[in-house]
Every structure is written in C-alpha cells, then in structure tokens.
C-alpha cells in the first residue's frame, strides 16, 4: 500500500488542491470579513470573523483531505472507515464547539438525525445540544440593558448568574420580575450571534460547495438551504414569542400539553421573557421513576400532539429534542412542556395529503402507493431508500411484516450501518425532496430518539404507529369529505372512517393485552398487526 505522504501528494497533484480548495480558502477567510466590514460591522467583529473564518476552513479543508487521500485504495474495510469517519466528525464538531452560534446550529441539526446518517457522526454532534458555549454574565446584561432599555436590576429583583441552559443562539437564566414578582424564564441572544451569522452564512456555503467539489457523490445543499431559510426566523424572538402562542391556541383542548406564557413588555427581537415552569427533561427516566410519571404515557402523549401537529395542523414545532420537551406531574395530572417554539416549519394542504398518503401506504407495506407518493414528493427512483428514512425501518420490514406489527424491532444499529453504505443516496434524497420535509424528518428522528431511550433497547412503541394511522386516517378522511359532491359518497367516507378507526381501536386493546400476563400465554392467537 502506498504510504501517505505519497498517497496525499498524488492527490493534491492530481487534483490541484492547492491552486483550487486552498487558494480559496484563503480568499474566503479574506473576502468575507471584507463583506463584513463594507456591511459596517462593527471592526472586533470583522477581527474575530476573520479569526473564526480562517479556522473553520482550514479545519475542513484539512479534514476533507485527509479523508479522501485515506480512502484512496481502500476496500471493503467497516472498521477503518467507521475510525475515519468518526476522525472527521470530531475535528469538524471541534470547530463547531470553538466557533459556536450558526456553527453550533448546524453541528445540532446533524445529531438529530440518528436514523439518517452514520452514527459516527451523530453521537459526535449530539453533544452540542448540552455542550454549547456559553455568554458571560457581563455580555447578557449588555444585550438586557439594551434591548429593554433599562438596566436588568430595575427590571428584575433576582437574575440567576448561572443560566438554565446555553443553545447555539442563546442561553435562558432563571429570574423574578419586580412588577408582580413573577418567577420567569428569560431567554438572551447571544451578543454577537446576529453579527456573527451573516459572515457564518456565507463561509458554511462556501465549504458546503468546496465539499460537493471534493466528493461529488456527496450533495449537502440541502443542509445550508435549510438553515438559510430558517435562521432569520430563530433570530427574531418575537416570532418565537408568536409561534409559542398560536401553539397554544390550536391545542388549548389538550390538558397533557402546557406552553410557557409569554411577557409581551418584557420581549423583543434579542430578548424572550416568559412564565418559567419546572419539569424534568423528557428523557430523564430518573425524575420520572422518582415522580412517578409513566413513561408510556409520556410516549403517548408525545405521538399525539406531533401527530396532531404534522397531519392535522400542518404546524410543526421541528426542535424537540429532550432540552425542549419537560414533563411534571402535578395534582396528579401528568403534562408534557413545549418549549423553544423559534423553528417552525408551516405545511401547504396538498403537501400534508400527500405525506398522510405515504404513511398511509408504509403501516400498511403497499409498495405500489409507496412508488406513488414517493414520487409525488420528488423522490423518484430512490422511493424504497426515502421510505426507510421517513419509517426509520428497514425496507424489508416495510414490505413482509409491516412496521405497525407488534412483532416489528427498531434495530438502530442496522439501520445506521446501512446508512454509512448508502450517504451518497440518503444526500441526493434530501437533495431532492421539498424543503419542508426536511425539517419533518429532523423532528422525526428527534421524536425516535426518545422513544428509543424510553423505551428497551431496540424497540420501538406500536401504540405510536396506531396514533399515526389514527390521525393519518382522520386527515384523509376530512380532505375526501371536503371534495365530496354526493350524499351518498359522503356516507360511504363516513362508513369506510368508522369502520378502519374500529379496526385501529380492536388493534390498540389486542396490543395492551399482549403486553400483559394474559396475553403472553395467548400469544399464538393474537393478530399482530392491523391494516388501515
């Protein structure tokens, strides 16, 4: 085997990567912060964006190189390249880590996706949803100070120094206001994250480019039009403010979900005060064995409002991972928080039809309508591989026993090495479906990553595939029901509701029995799945 200094100097002679990815490089880490400075930046920004620019090229260029020039005569070698992946993902989440804010979100939105991508990957970058930077007491109460336009001791009686958790755009302290003596939960940008992002922005595109440059099979446009899209949105904490209270408005008839009150006097575009809640991290089994809280039902709870939120509503919170969904008991009634409401995504009706179609066709393993609404959603050729992703299933559990059976496993580490064999694939998927769905997916992976932590090693919750049949069901319905001219069809819609929805509810009651003592020994006799 050649050795690697030769390996490396044939690569960058046959591929001109000094006169290509370094020299621009170098000209981003130049250019950028003079866009910076002409966009009259304040110049300690223009200094550390060129600090910050530098770095993160220079890290990415050197982990590209180094990966392609390792892989160079490489075969079939899972162990080698599990090392060498996990190699790059750490010096890139380094970066991340030193760098912060965009940085940081984006380093967060790769974690959530366990099911999508190598596992390398993900248990590297899903330390940034507990590790992120935090500001100094000095640099928060600047940003209070001046976006409330009064100094923080007059406005609160007690400001905790310590804050509650630190995000990538910002970090929320534990306070009491002096009108009322309010005990609030105020969230703070970041000082420098607005700044920041611009120049951020543009050299996270850059490389996403260099890299599509370096490894054509490998296509990330997706990953920065996502975050193009929907940064602006989680930097104005007024429409957090906003999409925390229409939340509240669409599921004011579920007492098990509770959002956060907003203080309007005391928000703004860098500041979010609101009413601060005590619970436990949706993931914590210690607070919730010692509180009492039933972890099914937990799980239950949270198929039904997200199931709610993506087939009825068509209104997605799209960040719950366990830092943002707490839960409590109190008076004996078990709850689950919402918080973070920044990252929304907003489904169009023919979009959110056509998902209920998909899903539809998954429960029930109907290859055909799978084809068909894959297609419907611009996935083409790739629909098997696109259904594994949204399912977090294998294609053979798909197709033979159906992933509502109550036999069916969730096997993580199944589906993250065939994700290591099929990146190229799984990139130009998330290349080609429509951009909302991408976010879907995050929340999906998200959602499964509780589950999979609630519940035993490599399970996964029957009762939330019947939730989703339910709702999926219900959404269909209403939609054949809105295009019905005829009495005598809208009868039959009705018929055809009443009849699955019982299908769906006997299903349900033969699963809880199967759980139990009874139905273990009755085992042989019970059907184990339910087609709607």
Known sequence: MQSFVSRTLLYVKNNKVKSGFGIGSVALAIGAPVYVYNAKIKPAVVMTAITRTGRAAGTVAKAALMFKVNTMGIGDDPEYMSRLHRSTAEQICSVCRTNGGLYIKIGQHIGALEYLLPKEYVETFKVLHDQAPQSSLASVKEVLSSELG???????????????????????????????????????????????????????????????????????????????????????????????????????????????????????????????????????????????????????????????????RGYIHCDPHPGNVLVQKTEGQTRLVLLDHGLYTTLTDDFRITYCKLWQAILKGDTEKIKKQAHNLGVGKYFGLFACMVASRTWEDITSSGIADRNSKLDVNRLQTEAVQQIPQISQVLNFIPRQLILVLKTNDLLRGIECTLLEKNTQGVGTFLNMARYCLSAITSHKLSKSKSLRKTLYIYYTFTVCLMKIKIYKMIYWISLTKVGRYCEGFLPSRVSV
């Open 150 to 312: 009064a100094d923080p001791n007059e406005v609160f009686s007690e400001f905790d120094e310590e804050p509650l958790g630190s995000a990538s755009l910002a970090q929320v302290h534990r306070a009491v206001l002096r009108e009322g003596n309010k005990e609030v939960a105020v969230k703070v940008q970041h000082i420098t994250v607005q700044e920041h992002s611009k120049i951020d922005t543009i050299t996270i595109e850059f490389l996403t480019k260099a890299i599509d440059k370096l490894f054509p099979d490998f296509e990330f446009d997706w990953l920065i039009d996502s975050v193009k899209r929907n940064l602006p949105k989680e930097l104005d904490f007024v429409q957090e403010g906003q999409n925390n209270e229409h939340l509240s408005r669409l599921f004011t008839d579920v007492p098990f979900l509770k959002v956060p009150k907003i203080h309007w006097e005391y928000t703004n575009r860098r500041v979010l005060t609101m009413e601060y809640i005590r619970g436990g991290k949706v993931d914590d089994v210690k607070y919730m064995d010692e509180h009492g809280i039933n972890k099914t039902v937990i799980l239950s709870y949270l198929s039904k409002i997200f199931s709610q939120m993506i087939f009825i």
